[in-house]
């Protein structure tokens, strides 16, 4: 009886959103890092964290390390943070945190600005909800909107600052699939 209960509330239930998780990053179809995704929301406040670590052959091999932390005061981005490493050099980061309701930011090697955070979309955010209906992504490492283009069930485009392109592919409303298509190389990330 018990089981019949539980079955009937999950049917019954909405459909919920992704949950924490693993995406594997493949290079050529082979595995070549991992990506950990994880939200933790309490009292109003929704952190994202995202951690990736690869090891990618670009004339060489190198180790490839990125973090990123995002943080929602209710439906607006108060505060995120990144970087980027390729074997020990920082390659990029940004950082963005609000006084007085005013986003200050700074992007690595030295643009400062105030920015804008009215967009209650983000990168961060699109591991656990599809963005159905948004035209614009902000995206925490260039502290910008970016635009989105919904191409097909379940499939959208965002188009990066550098012209590189972000491919999401969603099932159910879950993110199953980020193809990066960027000039040198094509990495994919798949939910495990």
Not at 10 to 15: C, E, S, T
Not at 18 to 32: H, N, S
Not at 123 to 138: C, L
Not at 157 to 179: A, F, S, W
Request: hydrophobic share 35%; with cysteine.
């Amino acid at each position: 009886m018990r089981h019949a209960c539980l079955a009937s509330l999950l049917l019954l239930a909405p459909p919920a959103l992704a949950q924490d998780g693993t995406f594997q990053i493949l290079k050529g179809g082979k595995p070549v890092g991992r990506i950990e995704v994880s939200r933790t929301e309490a009292g109003g406040r929704a952190v994202y964290r995202m951690i990736s670590r690869s090891s990618i052959v670009v004339l060489w091999t190198h180790d490839v390390r990125s973090d990123l932390s995002t943080v929602y005061e209710g439906d607006r981005v108060t505060r995120c943070h990144s970087t980027y490493h390729v074997d020990d050099e920082l390659r990029d980061s940004s950082f963005m945190y609000t006084v007085g309701g005013r986003p200050l930011c700074y992007v690595h090697p030295g643009q400062v600005f105030v920015g804008r955070t009215d967009n209650p979309w983000t990168i961060a955010r699109m591991y656990y909800e599809e963005p159905v209906g948004q035209d614009s992504i902000f995206v925490e490492s260039v502290l910008r909107d970016c635009p989105l283009r919904a191409v097909g069930d379940g499939r959208y485009i965002l188009t990066m600052p550098d012209k590189g392109t972000n491919h999401y592919t969603y099932r159910d409303g879950v993110l199953h699939e980020v193809l990066v298509d960027r000039t040198l190389f094509n990495l994919l990330f798949r939910r495990t």
